[in-house]
């Protein structure tokens, strides 16, 4: 039966699509990262003579989110990254419905090499991710970009991360993200071309590796800041 279906309407079209948006968002998490990182270090860091003024890692990590909020083309991207999330969950979702509806097309499933149990559960591991992201956004994003009811960014990301449970709630999630990401970039590079098997294998180690290191690093901030 010929039905011409739209580009993103195919499943193909859908997966390539939860590859380039996973890709993007993978590149807000570095950044993310990166600019979190501030918070950990020591203010011995930042001597004002090297720094320009900045004598301590509170100043810093202010003036970092300060230019996020003030700096046009980083609220561009942002908008961007809100798109891509967006597009993400709605084609995670879409995807996910119609696997559960034609039980004989499953989504690469018949690839042996993608059966550890968190390739099997991206759908549980996404929710997580989705709830945390939810609690997250509301925490800082909420509060910090859109009410603007906070001003010092620094003494609220403080302030969060000394209740026990936040904490916890943190981990939870970053760990859900890291196993979230060893299959989501497995999973993008084979939507996105078809590879040898070498280099597949390639693939899935710098999967893992990359994926690991990102989880222990988110993980250790809020980890060093309820002991600080
Ligand atoms: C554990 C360390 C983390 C800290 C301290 C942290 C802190 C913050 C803060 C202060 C903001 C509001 C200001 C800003 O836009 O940058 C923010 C925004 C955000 N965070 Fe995090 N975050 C962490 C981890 C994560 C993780 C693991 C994810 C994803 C799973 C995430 C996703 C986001 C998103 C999507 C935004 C909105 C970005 C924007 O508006 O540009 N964050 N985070």
Known sequence: MAVKKGLFKTSVGRKNLMAV?????????????VGNLILILPDSFFPVEFWGGVENVHNMYNAYSHFLVSFWPVTLVAWVLYAAIMIHVIDA?????????????????????TSNWYSRN?????????VFIVIHM???????????????????????????????????????????????????????GI????????????????????????????????LK
Not at 148 to 164: Q, S, W
């Open 21 to 33: 948006t996973g890709l993007f968002i993978i590149f807000f998490l570095i950044i993310h990262l």
């Open 195 to 226: 590879y040898p098997k070498k280099v597949m294998n390639i693939i899935k180690y710098v999967a893992l590796c990359f994926s690991l290191v990102m989880a222990i690093l988110y993980a250790i901030i809020p980890i060093i800041l309820y």
């Open 138 to 192: 509301a925490q800082f994003w909420l509060k910090y970009k859109v009410l603007g009811t906070e001003h010092d960014l620094y003494e609220l990301v403080f302030a969060i991360f000394k209740v026990r449970w936040f904490v916890l709630i943190y981990e939870i999630g970053i760990i859900a993200l890291g196993f979230h990401l060893i299959h989501g970039i497995e999973s993008a590079h084979r939507s996105l």
């Open 122 to 130: 991206m759908g549980i591991l996404g929710t997580i991710i989705g």
């Open 93 to 113: 979702i879409i995807i996910t419905l119609q696997n559960n509806k034609s039980r004989g097309e499953k989504y690469q499933v018949t690839d042996n090499s």
